[in-house]
């Protein structure tokens, strides 16, 4: 145990070049400052009695020190651009640097969201623009920028199609849901009241269109889908599964978390679709968290368009306003959240499709789709795929492959960390028995691939050859070893002198 915990021998608790870091409260050295601020001369208060009379707290430190502790964390971190981050339904790509530029020119990132309109006719117009991009990609006419994330849009998009249903007096209380689809559908429908009715997915991993057809009745709001689903694989009833649904007076909401795999070739208002939303940072390559907050705008067929959440975007001859109140808004559900949306992701996206056009991102699906193909192919004799065929832009594995070895998806997954590469998604989606996801996206090049299939196969051979035990160590060249994920996540403890000082008690 205390090897494992402790130090293992090291005095510094360091790894060769990996460095610990304790918090920047524990390296606090009262006094101590990296700036000489000249004695405070000012004997009024300007606040009025409000001034803040005991000291705020904050750890001194040298300017050395601020530095390192700052560059020894941004190390810690495990992103896309460490190496490759095959998080299958994540769409983990590359953050192309021109968007970040582009979102940090001053005339767009100083703006403030009270500033009057009249004063910020440039960004609502980058607004506009990238309304039309969302809208001529998904073949949907309306938009709702301000979802926050894809959660928030599928929330956006499902209190939309509440909106619209009650405005024709056919409130309903039934939401249909694959068995596949990612929780948060699921948790949207249940937080708006609606009972969940799951949809079990047929040999071929796709929605059983007889039983769907089977539960519809005129009381069903909608039916929450995923295209492709999280199995990777494309519904392709989907047009007669939209029919159905309409048949029966509910709607299609689309959860556009996959979008990457169809962006530029199919429009999914073509398909059926009412409304749905689009994650920018998987499709748009905005950064997942860390870089800047997620966006999960929602497209809208007209019929739902005027029940969308407000602002609503304008344009007339005084230029663009946005509308909370009058006749434009009459119907609409409500403000969903403070503000327009996360204007910098907007930015961030807006110059993603710009710069790689209406064939450029039709190349990136292909290229997404052909990527998953390509590892799905190499690695389907070494790995056990989860359904016959090809996949679209993530492939889905179970864990056959495994079976008598002792090793589990869990274990496997952490020696891909001793090997360099952040996991991908396991036991998820939840219709495959120890399921791996693997969505390599568009970005990584074949060199970078190959040696991702070759790190698999590897895996999967030493698993079968009986190394379970290098397994069960996994990771051992970590900074961390195994942690007991419920303890760390239920009493985490942060502090890593106090950490040292209790594995080395132990
Ligand atoms: C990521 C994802 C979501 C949720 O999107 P967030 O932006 O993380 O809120 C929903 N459905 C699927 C299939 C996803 O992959």
Redesign the pocket.
């Known amino acids: 145990m205390t090897a494992r915990a402790g130090l293992e021998g090291r005095s510094t608790g360091n790894r060769a070049l990996m460095l610990e870091e304790p918090l920047i409260f524990e390296q606090d050295a009262p006094g101590r400052s990296g700036v000489d601020f000249a004695p405070l001369t000012l004997d009024e208060d300007r606040l009025g009695g409000l001034a803040r009379r005991a000291p705020v707290g904050l750890p001194g430190l040298s300017e050395p020190e601020v530095v390192r502790h700052f560059t020894r964390l941004s190390q810690k971190n495990y992103g896309i651009d460490s190496g490759l981050f095959p998080l299958g339904?994540?769409t983990m790509k590359h953050n192309p640097r021109l968007n970040e530029k582009l979102a940090r020119l001053e005339g767009l990132a100083d703006l403030h969201p009270l500033q009057p309109a009249s004063t910020v006719q440039g960004v609502l117009e980058l607004f506009d623009q990238l309304s039309h991009w969302l809208s001529t990609l998904t073949g949907m006419p309306a938009l709702a920028l301000s979802p926050g994330?894809?959660?928030?849009?599928?929330l956006c998009g499902m209190m939309t199609i509440r909106t619209a249903l009650e405005d024709r007096g056919d409130a309903r209380k039934r939401v249909l849901v694959p068995e596949s689809?990612?929780g948060?559908?699921p948790a949207t429908a249940a937080a708006l009241g609606y009972e969940v009715d799951a949809l079990p997915a047929n040999a071929r991993g796709r929605v059983d269109s007889a039983e769907l057809k089977a539960r519809l009745d005129s009381d069903v709001a909608a039916l929450m889908i995923?295209n492709p689903s999280?199995c990777g694989l494309f519904e392709d009833e989907i047009i007669e599964i939209a029919e159905a649904v309409h048949a029966v007076g509910g709607y299609v909401y689309l959860?556009g978390?996959?979008f990457n795999a169809l962006v530029g070739r199919v429009r999914p208002g073509d398909l059926g679709v009412d409304a749905m939303h689009i994650?920018l940072?998987?499709t748009f390559s905005t950064p997942h968290g860390g870089g800047g907050p997620?966006s999960?705008p929602v497209a809208l067929t007209a019929e739902l368009s005027p029940f969308a959440p407000f602002p609503q975007l304008v344009h007339d001859e005084t230029g663009f306003r946005l509308v909370e109140h009058g006749p434009e808004a009459a119907k609409s559900f409500g403000r969903l959240k403070g503000f327009h949306g996360q204007t910098g992701m907007f930015i961030r996206a807006l110059a993603y499709m710009l710069s790689h056009g209406g064939d450029g991102l039709r190349q990136v699906s292909e290229d997404a789709v052909l990527a998953a193909n390509y590892v799905l192919a190499r690695t389907k004799d070494s790995l056990s795929p989860a359904f016959e065929g090809g996949c679209m832009h993530e492939c889905l594995f179970d864990d056959t492959f495994l079976e008598g070895t002792g090793v589990t998806t869990h274990d496997f997954s952490k020696a891909l960390i001793d090997e360099g590469y952040h996991p991908m998604t396991v036991y998820f989606p939840l219709v495959v028995h120890g399921a791996l996801l693997v969505e390599p996206t568009e970005s990584e090049s074949k060199a970078s691939l190959d040696l991702f299939i070759e790190t698999l196969r590897t895996l999967a051979a030493k698993a079968k050859a009986g190394e379970e035990a290098l397994f069960h160590e996994a990771p051992r060249h970590a900074p961390r070893r195994r942690l007991n994920e419920t303890r760390a996540a239920r009493h985490p403890r942060l502090r890593w002198r106090a950490n040292a000082q209790a594995a080395a008690a132990e």
Do not use: L, V
């Open positions: 339904s994540c994330a894809g959660a928030h849009g599928e689809a990612h948060t559908n995923t999280t959860d978390a996959n994650n940072h998987k997620g999960g």
